[in-house]
T-cell receptor
Framework: GENVEQHPSTLSVQEGDSAVIKCTYSDSASNYFPWYKQELGKGPQLIIDIRSNVGEKKDQRIAVTLNKTAKHFSLHITETQPEDSAVYFCAASTNTGNQFYFGTGTSLTVIP | GAGVSQSPRYKVAKRGQDVALRCDPISGHVSLFWYQQALGQGPEFLTYFQNEAQLDKSGLPSDRFFAERPEGSVSTLKIQRTQQEDSAVYLC???????????????FGPGTRLTVT
């Protein structure tokens, strides 16, 4: 099955700086890659996703890049704010499977 | 509109007890998923429904775990004879539809935190 690895496990940045979280996947058939933000005591919230037919997608301060050849994708958060502090999960899925395969999460702390 | 809701939010069970966890998906969402999230880990797939049909239960860890969605809307995850290793957050997600060749976004509920003592 698919194996998703995520790095780093913890990340601290100063407010206003950028944060980058990286994930790799193993199944070349994976073609959908969502990113979720999970705050303490809450369920994962979808923040952005990318499909394999594009290499980059942006939504305000958040962007995701995908390199299918290398089988890795990254989340970029610019101009970080304290409210960005949370655990972020990447995931991968194929169009023939029924499940998302999640990374182990990155705990992001934005220091005011 | 309303999101995915789950109840109870917290459940404490003594080892050996049976528990039932409820999920109300987003209205109109055909697909429903259950995941288990251990402390400090990402969610792990348990089972998947399309309407009332359970199409994939490959992630259920043992025959003590059972899920149903009899009318294609609300779903219940039941765990029989709970063990300490069942302690985790159980997440439900729903998706608009799954068609061949397209993966749709999954929207998660807040989860039920199960503690087995």
């Amino acid at each position: 099955g698919e194996n998703v690895e995520q790095h780093p496990s913890t990340l601290s940045v100063q407010e206003g700086d950028s944060a980058v979280i990286k994930c790799t996947y193993s199944d070349s058939a994976s073609n959908y890659f969502p990113w979720y933000k999970q705050e303490l005591g809450k369920g994962p919230q979808l923040i952005i996703d990318i499909r394999s037919n594009v290499g980059e997608k942006k939504d305000q301060r958040i962007a995701v890049t995908l390199n299918k050849t290398a089988k890795h994708f990254s989340l970029h958060i610019t101009e970080t704010q304290p409210e960005d502090s949370a655990v972020y999960f990447c995931a991968a899925s194929t169009n023939t499977g029924n499940q998302f395969y999640f990374g182990t999460g990155t705990s992001l702390t934005v220091i005011p | 509109g309303a999101g995915v809701s789950q109840s109870p939010r917290y459940k404490v069970a003594k080892r050996g007890q049976d528990v039932a966890l409820r999920c109300d998906p987003i209205s109109g969402h055909v697909s429903l998923f259950w995941y288990q999230q251990a402390l400090g880990q990402g969610p792990e797939f348990l089972t998947y429904f399309q309407n009332e049909a359970q199409l994939d239960k490959s992630g259920l860890p043992s025959d003590r775990f059972f899920a149903e969605r009899p009318e294609g809307s609300v779903s219940t995850l039941k765990i029989q004879r709970t063990q300490q290793e069942d302690s985790a957050v159980y997440l439900c997600a729903s998706s608009l539809f799954r068609a061949t060749g397209v993966t749709y976004e999954q929207y998660f509920g807040p989860g039920t935190r199960l503690t087995v003592t």
